[in-house]
């Protein structure tokens, strides 16, 4: 500690700034404040059943504007400006490589970062808060499925300052709620109406039964027509 030529303690300015910070308690206050499905707010886990996650796999990856192929192959060039460990795209034959005997956990992590990126790349954003934003995002919608994760956030805030900080969860939340809803239209589609759950041949048979039905009306029309009117005495 620092005296003056009294003695006493020296005491210099600082500068402290209030700011927001990314944990754990805002994806649960995300979950419970979006009211997401009940079957997608459940017991989080490092792990989940093989059929859940493969089940998980195969509806997301319907959300990938990239064909995804799985490969033993070792990692090429990736055409995308930010990496992940188990992934690359090929811009040349536009496919998305996802490494092959990963884990259901480890293959469902690596397709859900693909597509955080795929959807909400945004070129003005430097790399890092880039990663981190996608990073975040990939770990909130892995929660809300009920699998925990050990991703590492790049610590990007601390350039920021508060403003850029509230901004950038702002938008996060924003990413997330529509990532998720693009997810839940998925596993609860709009039911269909009759007609279009009907096959062809089932469609023939109510056409040609309503055919039958209107000519057997006109029909019956005419016999009225035809009879006499009776006279009332």
């Not at 003695?7 to 404040?33: R, W």
């Not at 601390?158 to 839940?184: P, W, Y």
């Amino acid at each position: 500690m620092k005296l003056d030529k009294q003695g006493n303690p020296v005491i210099s300015s600082v500068n402290e700034q209030l700011v927001s910070v990314f944990d754990i308690s805002q994806t649960e206050d995300f979950v419970k404040g979006k009211q997401i499905d009940s079957d997608l707010v459940q017991e989080v886990s490092s792990s989940i059943p093989r059929e859940k996650a493969i089940q998980y796999f195969q509806e997301l990856s319907k959300l990938s504007t990239k064909s995804i192929h799985f490969t033993e192959k070792a990692m090429e060039v990736d055409d995308k400006s930010i990496h992940f460990e188990n992934s690359w795209y090929s811009k040349q034959r536009e496919v998305l490589y996802i490494k092959k005997h990963l884990s259901p956990e480890k293959a469902l992590q690596t397709l859900v970062q693909e597509l955080a990126y795929q959807k909400y790349f945004n070129s003005e954003l430097s790399p890092e808060l880039q990663k981190a934003e996608v990073l975040s995002m990939s770990y909130i919608m892995l929660r809300q499925i009920g699998l925990e994760t050990d991703l590492q956030i790049p610590n990007v805030f601390s350039q920021m300052n508060a403003v850029e900080i509230e901004n950038t969860l702002d938008g996060l939340q924003e990413k997330t709620n529509s990532f998720s809803k693009e997810f839940r239209s998925l596993r609860n589609p709009k039911k269909k109406n009759k007609m279009q759950e009907m096959s062809f041949k089932e469609k023939m048979e109510l056409a040609k039964h309503k055919q039958q039905k209107q000519i057997k009306e006109k029909s019956s029309g005419k016999k009225v027509q035809g009879v006499p009117k009776v006279q009332v005495i």
